[in-house]
């Protein structure tokens, strides 16, 4: 019998020892490291979760409060009042208006480059002139661009001033109805379908003209502030040599069935992509796929930023 009296008193202090390190496993993880580690904490009943405040009570064990979160993430961070934000954006149009209006004033005082500007007439005041013999088409405009690949010459003031050379403040109408004063013959703009047709036209010269820092006028062809990416590499530029169309743009109607004249819509005046609302084009196959582009900047060529340019245009007929 003692041997089978020793192998009951083994079993049941093995079934003991099962049981307690299965009541053990079964705890939270938190209350078990509390009950080994906390028993000497003096901590205030009152910061701890409802669940062990009971239990506090009947002095079993206490868990110490968690520290406060830190934050992680700018979503944790105080948020920007909308008043911020508004008082921030009415400064910034603040300060582009200044700006645009000192433009505004500056083009206004700037007398075009041309041989007996007071003899000009004037189109739009300040802005847009025809030669008395009626020869040649004036404007001016300013740099905004001289870096990076272009689509146009010339925009329109606040159209695509990121991929053209020159700004122009001048309706594009106007512009087209200047080059019909000047005897010019407008063509089409290209065609897409079912074949290519390039933009047609008598042919458009363009001169530039402006003055360096030192007050000293200079000259240039407005192809030389063009380089040719498809002829020519960056280490050896060479300028565009073709010349420019009177396409015309074209007019089209808005959603209250109006004509209105595209370009005026686009901005595009005189372009290196073929574009429908071009006033000049290219009479060449053109893309304006961002990554096909024919034309870039010659920006060795280009005078500084904001350097107000005298455009002649002089029609060519055939």
Known sequence: MRPFRLFLLCFFCLTLTLVNGCANQSKDPKTAMTEAAIQTEDVNPASLDPRLRERDEKNDFVIAPEPAEQPISPLDLPPVFDEDLEAFREQILAEEKARELAYIEEERNFVPLVENPEALIPLQP?????????????????????????????????????????????????????????????????????????????????????????????ESPAQDWVWDMSVSPESAKKPMTTHWVFSGSRMRQDFDGNDIYEANITGELFGLSNFFGSVLDVPIRSTDDNTQLMFACFTERIPPLDTIVTIILTPVPE
């Not at 329109?156 to 700004?167: F, N, P, T």
């Not at 379908?193 to 047609?200: E, G, H, K, L, T």
């Open 126 to 218: 300040y802005h847009l002139w025809v030669t008395p013999d009626r020869t040649n088409v004036v404007m001016n405009s300013r740099v905004v661009l001289r870096e990076g690949f272009l689509e146009l010459l010339a925009c329109r003031v606040a159209s695509k001033e990121h991929e053209s050379i020159l700004a122009v403040r001048v309706e594009p109408r106007l512009i087209h109805a200047a080059l019909l004063v000047a005897n010019a013959r407008p063509g089409r703009p290209m065609q897409l379908s079912p074949v290519f047709v390039p933009a047609s036209g008598d042919r458009i010269d363009i001169t530039l003209r402006w003055l360096d820092e030192m007050g000293t006028q200079h």
